[in-house]
């Protein structure tokens, strides 16, 4: 696939200094560039070592921390894995104090977060880092208005007491899952983290972990103050009261339903744990793993064992992306195991059998949650490697790419090809399964994000859903869906692939701005891989599309930094542009291929929301040179 | 019976052209117009019925060996008894026909598969025939020139010429104007002209019979593969899964042993992608949903396949008055549907048999009386009527189930495999219906009304989710209810074709 013969330069683009002939032999040479980056990255990721392998998608500071704060518990993390992983904290702390999220903005979780693992370490609370951190801790409302993953901590840390976070009635676990209260409506994300907090609570737990009261913000009389659990309102004040109705019927005698219902999530707790050993991903993987222990499993239980080692796997080497040790290279917590989205779309940069090999084997085999409300047979792929029970379709779409891609890129052996053909048609009909009455598809479990318990006035209801049902996530999602099914063939005269396009088109059509015009351009690539083969050019909403794609060029022929302009690459070519637009992105992104001198490319990492649960977002060191290739493959490969 | 050698000068041509061609009379009992499997079994057909040696009969074909697009090649048992009573079926066993046992269906690549078998249906052969078109084209026209001499004038073929216009007196059809490939013109009277030349015929529409209704469904493309590992080695197979189903069935042995396997892929209207690119759109989007190692072997059959792909469209022909006067339709000319239910083949034979039998009926005509007469087409488009019908809406209704492009076709579906998987007698009574065995109407409603109660309760039972929404299953519901009421008028009609007094029958002129 990379020796097709050189086309004749029919065109050049002037870069600045530099002339890039289109087609010519800098494409090429960018092409060449942007691959090796990627087949890099993996190879770094596959280091078999914790301490040597990378990261392919850097989270913020919140598990890394999550993980040091739960090793009070565990005692697992060696010496030099803590070193590794304090370094990263203080690293990412930035000069004002705060902890940033992905977006760089200070982010009160995190450094509640970032304040109490140095606390815990033995940092000097009056030393200025610290002090800021706590001054930018109260300025944001003061840690009692962290997130409910930061409040849990606070709560099983004894810093702030159990009824400062959302009572679940026991009665809940003990409905019967097709009734919509039960938690198995929950997103799998909501069920991974309710679930052994319903436990943790009930025990309720108590970690040995340093005073952090200094940063619950006080009244005047110094009492810290509480934090309002619901939202403003009658309603909300009815679900205050209800909340405080059931706290205190804990106290009452209610016979065996607390007991049974503790059984039942326990039970769900054995049930769930993957074969890699973790949960849903390294949250809920956290807590279930405290709620074993402190409902009495002892270190070497082989559930905590396995636990704990999927943890570590799910570590690995990142260079801190931001705050005062950016650049440096520390030991960081993944928000989940390896993800197969990545590894796919790296391997569709060029995959050797074996690689190709270890992807099949992530296929599901085992029955799943998420088959519960799709009908189709087991088959797919999960979020993260060695993953048995939950399904992602994102990676999934990922996964059959790179695999629709092989006749050309590898040329496997025959014997392969129908073991690769098998496992894509199981694939398919996962997909079709995951669609929603209305036409858009689920990335996780159907009805991910019609949870009714959201619709309560809860601060914390949008814990419970996976976001929106009409979001950025489901509308990216739902398009390389559309564009998978049809790479496989489906035509838009399958009643299925309209109403997927027509929930597109109800989607976007009133939010181009919000999804197009400003939004980012990954989405914007799936949706035209998806417009491009299922609708005609006349299609009112592929041409506004093309034009916002259009407007959104700069004048040197990029679209800002490297892995939008290959997305926006991507994108142009899927609509089948061939023009000069296309061709000044081509060249645009073949010059900084081969202008970058560092092979970390870490100029190349941006923010991408692929995480799970709280502040998802982090960065993907890899997508530079990887999509850089993907999107140069692509351009040379349909030149005309 | 006889080769074309003699040179007979007939009417001079409209254009004035070149007025002989290769007959040997200038008047006919009966032209036929195409000499594929249609055209030549009502040949052999008229012959054995001529048992007073008087008729003449003259069968025309525009290609000298054999139509270049390849065509039909599965024939159920009921046709292949009726080769075996034309005397032809050993010849066509001979050449490397293959006796199929009947259908292998896939409702996935990975499902075992459905046993439709022959032999189940009772009073049929056990045995359906499976050859190479073209081989079987050139066999038929080998034999008809060997027909045993019944008559004293015979059957005469003539190859390379086609039909450029009739010839009429009043409403009633005389005969045919022919064309040479060097623009020579030839008439030819006839008491009958048998249009038997496809669904594309110009007989038919230089007729003025209306094509009302026609409609190009999309198209089949093939590939031949040599020794092929089909799952039931002598059964046809049906592959569902990919955007419409894909076909295998061997063709030819050789002989050396070897079996040839044709596999085709129904293809949308408007095709994806066109030229060399239409390989890998079939591997892409159609190989894959076929079992290993079948799969494999195809894949290398089209990958190693030089030139164009074979491919030929896929044509719904509501079936047209089969005769008026002076002329009849038999075969595909007679309408055509999807090729799904492999009865096109089967229906010519059909055709063929039931023109025959009229013709023997009329074998001792006086002279000066056309051996078929009026009430001769009247009987034969009475019967004609009662089993196209049939036949047309089965093929329209499996193919809509089996391509499973909506909510309701795929509940049709998934009811279509759950009721053959409940026991021997459904495969049966389906079986017999789709060979064109069976044809009583109250059959045909039993069988509609079990697929639809059976697509109502597997719409309503997800296969693999232990919570499938309450909402999923009415839609599902409501799209298998919606597409059985709109299959109520074909259910009509089919009943209608079946119980209607034949003397309502009438040959309508133009």
Redesign the interface.
């Known amino acids: 696939m990379f020796d097709r013969p050189q086309a004749a330069a029919s065109s050049s683009v002037d870069d600045g200094p530099s002339r890039v002939h289109i087609g010519g032999p800098p494409l090429r040479a960018g092409l060449e560039r942007a691959l090796a980056g990627a087949v890099a990255w993996r190879e770094r990721a596959r280091a078999s070592k914790t301490t040597d392998a990378w990261l392919l998608h850097v989270p913020d500071v919140g598990p890394t921390c999550e993980v040091l704060l739960a090793d009070r518990l565990f005692h697992d993390l060696r010496p030099a894995e803590r070193d590794g992983l304090l370094a990263f904290v203080r690293g990412s702390q930035a000069d004002s104090g705060a902890w940033l999220d992905a977006h760089g903005e200070p982010d009160l979780s995190l450094t509640t977060l970032g304040w109490w693992v140095l606390r815990d370490a033995g940092d000097d609370p009056r030393s200025e880092p610290m002090l800021r951190a706590q001054r930018v801790v109260h300025q944001l409302g003061g840690a009692q208005r962290a997130n409910f993953s930061v409040r849990l901590w606070l709560a099983m840390g004894g810093q702030i007491p159990w009824t400062w976070l959302p009572a679940i009635p026991s009665e809940l676990f003990l409905l019967p899952p097709h009734v919509l209260l039960s938690p198995s409506r929950f997103s799998p994300w909501a069920r991974g983290m309710l679930t052994p907090y319903f436990v943790i609570a009930r025990a309720p737990a108590r970690l040995q972990l340093p005073d952090a009261t200094a940063l619950l913000l006080p009244h005047n009389d110094g009492q810290p103050m509480a934090p309002r659990l619901t939202r403003p309102g009658l309603a909300g004040d009815l679900l205050q009261a209800f909340d405080r109705t059931v706290k205190l019927a804990r106290k009452l005698p209610r016979g065996p339903l607390p007991r049974l219902a503790t059984r039942r999530a326990l039970a769900f707790i054995d049930e769930h744990q993957q074969g890699h050993g973790g949960w849903f991903s390294v949250r809920p993987t956290l807590l279930s793993l405290v709620a074993l222990r402190v409902m009495g499993a002892t270190s070497s239980d082989a559930r905590l064992r396995r636990g704990l080692d999927h943890l570590r796997r799910g570590r690995g080497r990142a260079r801190i992306p931001q705050g005062r040790g950016a650049g440096e290279v520390a030991l960081a917590q993944g928000i989940a195991g390896p993800s197969l989205d990545v590894h796919g779309r790296l391997l569709a940069c060029g995959p050797t059998e074996p690689e190709l090999a270890w992807l099949l084997r992530q296929e599901l085999t085992l029955r799943g949650p998420w088959q519960a409300r799709a009908d189709a047979a087991t088959g797919g792929f999960p979020f993260e490697s060695g993953a048995t029970h939950h399904l992602d379709v994102d990676g999934t779409c990922t996964v059959l790419h790179t695999l629709a891609s092989l006749p050309e890129v590898a040329g496997p052996t025959p014997g392969f090809t129908t073991a690769i053909w098998a496992t894509s048609r199981r694939a398919l009909d996962v997909l079709l399964a995951m669609q929603e009455p209305d036409g858009r598809f689920s990335r996780f479990e159907r009805g991910e994000s019609d949870v009714l318990m959201q619709q309560l006035p809860w601060t914390d209801a949008d814990l419970l859903a996976h976001g929106r049902t009409d979001d950025d996530e489901h509308v990216r999602t739902s398009a390389r869906v559309l564009a998978t099914l049809s790479a496989a063939g489906f035509r838009i005269d399958d009643d299925r692939m309209a109403r997927g396009l027509r929930w597109l088109e109800h989607t976007l059509g009133p939010r181009m701005h919000e999804h197009v015009t400003t939004g980012r351009l990954s989405t914007v690539a799936a949706l035209a891989e998806a417009l491009g083969p299922l609708t005609p050019t006349s299609h009112p909403l592929r041409r506004e599309l093309e034009q916002r794609l259009r407007v959104r060029q700069h004048e040197d022929g990029g679209f800002g930094p490297i892995v939008d302009t290959a997305h926006a690459l991507q994108a142009m070519l899927a609509l089948g542009l061939h023009d000069v637009q296309t061709q000044r992105a081509a060249a645009w992104l073949a010059t900084r291929a081969m202008r970058d001198r560092d092979g970390e490319l870490a100029s190349w990492s941006q923010p991408v929301d692929r995480g799970l649960g709280l502040s998802p977002a982090g960065f993907d060191p890899s997508a530079g040179p990887r999509e850089t290739a993907i999107a140069l493959q692509a351009y040379l490969a349909t030149k005309p | 019976m006889s080769t074309t050698d003699p040179i007979v000068t007939t009417e001079p041509a409209a254009r004035g052209a070149v007025t002989e061609a290769p007959l040997r009379h200038a008047r006919y009992d009966v032209v036929i117009v195409g000499a594929g499997l249609a055209g030549c079994a009502t040949a052999r057909a008229l012959a054995l019925a001529d048992r007073f040696a008087r008729r003449r009969v003259l069968v025309v074909d525009r290609y000298r060996d054999v139509h270049p697009r390849f065509s039909g090649e599965l024939i159920h048992p009921r046709g292949a008894q009726i080769l075996d009573d034309l005397g032809l079926f050993s010849a066509l066993h001979g050449v490397g026909g293959i006796e199929v046992g009947g259908f292998a269906v896939f409702e996935?690549?990975?499902a075992p598969f459905v046993d439709l078998s022959y032999a189940d249906v009772p009073r049929e052969r056990p045995r359906g025939l499976s050859i190479h078109h073209k081989e079987l084209v050139r066999t038929l026209r080998r034999e008809l020139r060997a027909t045993p001499r019944g008559s004293a004038e015979g059957i005469e073929l003539l190859e390379g010429w086609a039909v450029a216009d009739l010839l009429r007196h009043g409403d009633r059809i005389r005969g045919v104007v022919l064309e040479g490939k060097g623009g020579q013109r030839a008439s030819v009277h006839a008491d009958l002209v048998i249009a038997a030349d496809g669904k594309g015929s110009t007989v038919r529409k230089l007729a003025g019979i209306s094509d009302e209704g026609r409609e190009t469904i999309g198209f089949t493309a093939g590939v031949e593969l040599r020794g092929a590992s089909l799952p039931r080695p002598g059964y046809a197979h049906v592959f569902l899964?990919?955007?419409g189903p894909v076909l295998a069935y061997p063709i030819l042995r050789q002989a050396d042993g070897t079996i040839r396997t044709r596999v085709t892929f129904d293809l949308?209207r408007e095709l994806?992608v066109k030229g060399p690119a239409l390989k890998?759109?079939l591997?892409?989007?159609?190989?894959?949903?076929v079992p290993?190692?079948l799969?494999?072997e195809i894949?290398?059959a089209v990958m190693a396949h030089r030139g164009p792909l074979e491919m030929a469209p896929t044509v719904n022909l509501p079936a047209p008055s089969a005769a008026m006067p002076g002329l009849v339709l038999v075969g595909d000319a007679a309408g055509c549907s999807h090729p799904i239910t492999a009865s096109g083949m089967t229906m010519g034979l059909r055709d063929a048999e039931t023109l025959g039998l009229q013709a023997k009926r009329r074998a001792d005509a006086p002279d000066g009386e056309p051996w078929l007469d009026a009430e001769s087409l009247r009987r034969y488009r009475a019967e004609h009527d009662r089993y196209v019908p049939t036949r047309q809406a089965l093929a329209d209704a499996i193919y809509e189930a089996f391509r499973g492009?909506?909510?309701g076709s795929r509940a049709i579906r998934r009811a279509l495999f759950d009721y053959w998987g409940s026991g021997g007698t459904a495969r049966r009574r389906s079986m017999a219906l789709l060979s064109c065995s069976e044809r009583r109407p109250h059959v045909f409603l039993t069988e509609y009304i079990k697929t639809a109660r059976h697509a109502l309760e597997t719409s309503l039972v997800?296969?693999?989710?232990?919570?499938?929404?309450v909402?999923?299953r009415v839609?599902r519901a409501r799209g298998a209810a919606k597409l059985a009421r709109n299959k109520l008028g074909l259910v009509a009609a089919v009943m209608w074709a079946q119980v209607r007094p034949a003397w309502l029958t009438r040959i309508e002129s133009r």
């Open positions: 996935h690549a990975d899964g990919a955007w949308p994806p890998q759109h591997l892409r989007s159609y190989v894959p949903f290993a190692p799969s494999a894949a290398a492009g909506e909510d997800p296969q693999h989710a232990s919570m499938y929404p909402g999923d839609r």
